[in-house]
């Protein structure tokens, strides 16, 4: 499950280096009115996610969730193993893939506790999405998976966090798109609020 995620400006400087990267002639995303203030992303938000056009990859600006059924539920996840199977989703999961790239995600054990999941020695991970057209803007949803060794202690779902070599097959290879959404994603740090404040806490009591 992905409920909450963070942004920061290495994160956008990393969006920047990705696009340039790949495309040189791409514009940098500053200069296409990208600019990412270190913050928590809800859902409901305007978020940066990485697009396929046909020069190659951009940076868009989305609002993170779906509008639900009855007009006030709002939809920001998917099940990776059904979502082909979901009319709302099968067609913008086979032609209309994001990456949505995040410092950390956050996410609650049982305990209500947050946990901080994040790529060790690497800025930023990369969550797969999918987005589509409602009224005036687009709008995307995160997909997750069962939860890997490192994720399930705390949540039974994950992001589907992609490695950053997939990402352009991802974004542009339809036939690969079964085989992603079997992805297993590679193991993350934990970071538990609660078991800083309670080292904190000791640190203090000396």
Same mark, same amino acid.
């Given at each position: $499950?992905?409920?909450?995620?963070?942004?920061? /400006?290495?994160?956008?400087?990393?969006?920047? =280096? &990705?696009?340039?990267?790949?495309?040189?002639?791409?514009? =940098?995303?500053?200069?296409?009115?990208? +600019?990412?203030?270190?913050?928590?992303? +809800? #859902?409901?938000?305007?978020? %940066?996610?990485?697009?396929?056009?046909? =020069?190659? &990859?951009?940076?868009?600006?989305?609002? @993170?969730?779906?509008?639900?059924?009855?007009?006030?539920? &709002?939809?920001?996840?998917?099940?990776?193993?059904?979502?082909?199977? =979901?009319?709302? *989703?099968?067609?913008?999961?086979? +032609?209309?893939?994001?990456?949505? #790239?995040?410092? @950390?995600f956050y996410e @609650?054990?049982?305990?209500?506790?947050?946990?901080?999941?994040?790529?060790?020695g690497q800025p930023?991970?990369? $969550?797969?999405?999918?987005?589509?057209?409602?009224?005036?803007?687009?709008? *995307?949803?995160? &997909?997750?998976?069962?939860?890997? /060794?490192? $994720?399930?202690?705390? +949540?039974?779902? $994950? %992001?589907?966090?992609?490695?950053? /070599?997939?990402?352009?097959? @991802?974004?542009?290879?339809?036939?690969?798109?079964?085989?992603?959404?079997?992805?297993? %994603?590679?193991?993350? /740090?934990?970071?538990?609020?609660?078991?800083?404040?309670?080292?904190?806490?000791?640190?203090?009591?000396?």
């Amino acid at each position: $499950m992905c409920g909450r995620y963070y942004v920061d /400006d290495d994160t956008a400087r990393e969006i920047e =280096k &990705l696009v340039r990267q790949v495309d040189e002639k791409m514009r =940098k995303a500053a200069a296409a009115g990208i +600019h990412l203030q270190a913050k928590d992303i +809800h #859902p409901s938000e305007m978020a %940066p996610v990485i697009a396929i056009d046909n =020069k190659g &990859l951009c940076c868009r600006w989305q609002r @993170w969730g779906f509008p639900g059924f009855s007009g006030k539920q &709002l939809i920001f996840n998917a099940r990776s193993e059904s979502a082909l199977e =979901k009319k709302t *989703f099968r067609e913008s999961v086979e +032609h209309r893939r994001i990456v949505v #790239p995040a410092t @950390w995600f956050y996410e @609650w054990n049982k305990n209500k506790e947050k946990n901080i999941f994040c790529r060790q020695g690497q800025p930023v991970l990369y $969550m797969a999405g999918f987005y589509n057209r409602y009224q005036d803007e687009d709008r *995307f949803v995160i &997909l997750t998976t069962e939860a890997n /060794d490192s $994720m399930r202690p705390v +949540h039974g779902r $994950m %992001p589907l966090v992609l490695e950053r /070599d997939e990402i352009h097959k @991802w974004l542009n290879e339809d036939q690969l798109v079964g085989t992603f959404l079997q992805k297993t %994603p590679a193991l993350l /740090d934990r970071r538990a609020e609660y078991e800083q404040m309670n080292l904190f806490s000791a640190e203090n009591s000396k």
